[in-house]
């Protein structure tokens, strides 16, 4: 496989994971309801009011919760048929941050300005930790493809592409740094939001 064809494959891949994505978004709206707790247990992103908000609190639930999904792709990436899980978990992901966007926007209906903000910067930090964590399980299941056409498939040839180990982890760092930067920013958003704008 040449390098292109493996950038067309990761383009391919990375796309199909933002669809699973976008349909764990409309399930997760479409499940959502004014007295469903799935938006506080599943969303992973930010708490739904502004009660008992500090800055650093903020910040570590932030990059906790997506902290969470990276690794949990990362190290389905070791298993050779373990691609279908990767899957799962972006989905589960969509499906979390679908209900929570559906309550922050119920909220934003009749909350004013704070709510609102509270909407945007919701917004903002999943879409792109949506592409981020779309990415990072797009590497996992070819990595994890390749590890199981070596192990299954080669018959003692040598396969190309060979999995990269050292590859692998320098992306997921990228991804990881990527993420904590994105949930960082983003948990000071909320914080100054609940203090300056909520009640």
């Known amino acids: 496989m040449t390098d292109g064809n493996a950038y067309s494959g990761r383009k391919i891949v990375t796309a199909l994971m933002m669809i699973i994505l ?10 959502y309801s004014d007295n469903s707790g799935i938006a506080a247990s599943v969303g992973g992103l930010v708490p739904v009011d502004g009660s008992a908000y500090e800055v650093g609190a903020a910040v570590s639930r932030s990059v906790f919760g997506t902290a969470v999904f990276i690794a949990a792709v990362f190290f389905l990436g070791f298993g050779t048929v373990f691609q279908p899980l990767a899957a799962a978990v972006v989905l589960f992901r969509g499906i979390g941050t679908g209900a929570l966007l559906s309550h ?3 909220l934003a209906v009749n909350g004013g300005r704070g709510a ?5 910067v919701s917004v903002c930090e999943a879409a792109v930790g949506s592409f ?5 399980a797009a590497e996992a299941v070819l990595f994890s493809g390749q590890c199981a056409r070596v192990l299954f498939f080669s018959g003692g040839a040598v396969i190309r ?28 958003a ?3 939001v609940a203090v300056y704008l909520l009640p």
Do not use: K, Q, W
Not at 164 to 188: E, M, P, T
């Open 22 to 31: 976008m349909a764990g978004i409309a399930v997760g709206t479409g499940l």
């Open 104 to 106: 922050l926007y119920a």
């Open 116 to 120: 609102a903000a509270m909407l945007a």
């Open 132 to 136: 981020i964590l779309a990415a990072a």
């Open 161 to 188: 592409p060979m999995p990269d180990v050292r590859l692998y982890l320098a992306r997921f760092a990228v991804f990881a740094v990527g993420a904590v930067i994105c949930s960082g920013v983003c948990g000071v």
């Open 190 to 192: 909320h914080a100054a």
